[in-house]
């Protein structure tokens, strides 16, 4: 049976903490007081990013590998939400007290978490700490697990090429950071490899600090049906929980939107939006989430870059719409330039 501890405010209760404590199974112990907390039970918690569960995206694909961890290893997990407007402070707090608490491992699901997982981590030399798209803080009990998000993103802009009708194409992109544009660079090159005269409408939600633009639809959705506006019939949006609200706008004009991080076809809550979905970029955060826990549960903890890309499907395109499985022309030019990619034939940008 499934038990997770949720703990969804910064100042995390005792009472919360004490749920987490108590489960069966494997014991792990803590680094920071040389204390370790008598468990039978091996624990790993994640701290989800801006959005939290119920993103339909990122979050929800680092939850389904705490999940499957669950199932298939007898893991007992606990997730830590975010609150809106935190800081860095916030984030140690709650790293802090899921370490306390005796998970093992303890993952930041987000570059946010990198200042928080620096200092933490620290203090708890035996507990491995994970962090999803980022390698900018490092150490022997840190694991960086990172993407070619690049790689999947020109793949989408092969079949945002070949799927359009009108040549006009669009980004969306939720906060304009590295990583983002990242997802950006490799769109745009693969739009305009398949087709030089393709135009492609890019937008940024919001600028750093603010990250309303990974968290509200309604910005996703003006956004789109603004490009909308302007020509585009396909829309790929990198920006979690507000990208939800671009697939929307495509949907309700009839035209293309490409989902991200997970099989967007397949989420629960965008089935009234599922058909507009040609296909999605996938990020295997599942798995990653899912082998730093089995690594910590087998003795043999990952550290340092653990890297996924299109040669091993750590990256790719979602092909569960049966009306993408009908574009034989483009799932062949899709094909062919993904063997291109892992060939060495066609480097893909990481910038625009």
């Given at each position: 049976m499934r038990r997770i501890t949720r703990i969804t405010t910064v100042g995390i209760a005792s009472a919360a903490l004490a749920l987490s404590a108590t489960a069966c199974g494997k014991s792990s112990s803590e680094g920071g007081s040389g204390t370790s907390t008598d468990s039978k039970a091996t624990?790993?918690?994640?701290?989800?990013?801006?959005?939290?569960?119920?993103?339909?995206?990122?979050?929800?694909?680092?939850?389904?590998?705490?999940?499957?961890?669950?199932?298939?290893?007898?893991?007992?997990?606990?997730e830590a939400e975010p609150s809106s407007g935190e800081g860095d402070a916030d984030k140690v707090q709650r790293l802090t007290s899921l370490a306390r608490a005796g998970n093992n491992p303890v993952i930041g699901v987000g570059f946010a978490y990198a200042p928080a997982i620096e200092k933490v981590a620290k203090q708890f030399p035996n507990t491995t700490f994970g962090i999803i798209d980022d390698t900018s803080v490092t150490g022997p009990n840190i694991a960086n697990m990172v993407f070619n998000e690049e790689q999947g993103s020109y793949l989408a802009g092969v079949a945002a090429a070949k799927a359009s009708k009108t040549g006009t194409v669009g980004f969306i992109g939720g906060v304009e950071v590295p990583l983002i544009k990242k997802f950006e660079a490799g769109y745009v090159q693969g739009v305009k490899d398949t087709n030089p005269k393709a135009k492609v409408l890019?937008?940024?939600?919001?600028?750093?600090?603010?990250?309303?633009?990974?968290?509200?639809?309604?910005?996703?959705?003006?956004?789109?049906?603004?490009?909308?506006?302007?020509?585009?019939?396909?829309?790929?949006?990198?920006?979690?929980?507000?990208?939800?609200?671009?697939?929307?706008?495509?949907?309700?004009?009839?035209?293309?939107?490409?989902?991200?991080?997970?099989?967007?076809?397949?989420?629960?809550?965008?089935a009234s939006y599922k058909d507009a979905i040609l296909t999605s970029v996938t990020k295997d955060v599942s798995d990653s989430v899912y082998n730093l826990i089995k690594s910590v549960n087998d003795g043999k903890p990952q550290t340092g870059e653990v890297r996924y890309g299109l040669a091993t499907d750590g990256v790719g395109l979602a092909d569960s719409n049966p009306k993408y499985k009908e574009m034989t022309d483009l799932i062949a030019a899709v094909d062919k330039a993904k063997q291109d990619i892992i060939d060495g034939k066609i480097t893909v940008k990481t910038a625009p």
């Open positions: 624990k790993a918690a994640i701290a989800y990013d801006i959005g939290g569960r119920g993103d339909q995206s990122f979050n929800d694909a680092a939850y389904a590998g705490l999940k499957k961890a669950e199932e298939d290893l007898g893991v007992k997990g606990s890019t937008q940024y939600l919001t600028q750093p600090p603010n990250f309303d633009g990974f968290a509200k639809p309604d910005l996703g959705k003006a956004a789109a049906e603004g490009q909308l506006d302007k020509g585009a019939d396909v829309i790929y949006a990198a920006a979690g929980l507000a990208g939800s609200g671009a697939i929307e706008a495509a949907s309700k004009a009839g035209k293309w939107a490409i989902g991200v991080d997970s099989d967007q076809y397949n989420q629960a809550g965008l």
